[in-house]
T-cell receptor, first 114, second 115 residues
């Protein structure tokens, strides 16, 4: 069965510090990978996506993620966190073989301290 | 571009009544729309996939007679929660994708509270 694991439920970082949010997946097909961000009471905004090609992808708001097939991971990074980055982050995986339906991780809540 | 509008953003209803939630793609044609449910502090769970002009495909465990989905046009899908009960209270989010593109764009969600 397809699954997505985000090991960290909460992460707290200081403003200006670097950030890495972890995502591991188990999928029986070539995956498409996404990171979305959700502010409280809001829908999801796409940060970045990986379909194929260069395994380091750049997204909006200064985020990037690296696809590592050998580790089945797609970790999200940002070199310097801003207070406005505080939100919940979801990793999601889809595949053409599964009708492009997305399976989401449980989410990681990011807190930014000043 | 790629804006998805969801309405209403918040609805309170009495137990036993029905509630309709609309999901519109404002600047693209959505051949496929998805409906998700999100419980507090949990992730999104796919309820159903809706293709324009055809019946929705429901995920296992989702009652199709309780959650009626209509996708009558390329820009509008509706979810009707019939005979709502307090356990149906949740955050419902729709998403839409165009053609063969593999990106889903999400609405802002609807918070349903059933009293």
């Amino acid at each position: 069965a397809q699954s997505v694991t985000q090991p960290d439920i909460h992460i707290t970082v200081s403003e200006g510090a670097s950030l890495e949010l972890r995502c591991n997946y188990s999928y029986g097909a070539t995956p498409y990978l996404f990171w979305y961000v959700q502010s409280p009471g809001q829908g999801l905004q796409l940060l970045l996506k990986y379909f194929s090609g260069d395994t380091l992808v750049q997204g909006i708001k200064g985020f990037e993620a690296e696809f590592k097939r050998s580790q089945s991971s797609f970790n999200l990074r940002k070199p310097s966190v801003h207070w406005s980055d505080a939100a919940e982050y979801f990793c999601a995986v889809g595949a053409k073989e599964y009708g492009n339906k997305l399976v989401f991780g449980a989410g990681t809540i990011l807190r930014v301290k000043s | 571009g790629a804006v998805v509008s969801q309405h209403p953003s918040w609805v309170i209803c009495k137990s036993g009544t029905s509630v309709k939630i609309e999901c519109r793609s404002l600047d693209f044609q959505a051949t496929t729309m998805f409906w998700y449910r999100q419980f507090p502090k949990q992730s999104l769970m796919l309820m159903a996939t809706s293709n324009e002009g055809s019946k929705a495909t429901y995920e296992q465990g989702v009652e199709k007679d309780k959650f009626l989905i209509n996708h009558a046009s390329l820009t509008l899908s509706t979810l009707t929660v019939t005979s709502a009960h307090p356990e149906d209270s949740s955050f419902y989010i729709c998403s839409a994708k165009a053609g063969t593109a593999n990106i889903q764009y999400f609405g802002a969600g609807t918070r349903l509270s059933v009293l």
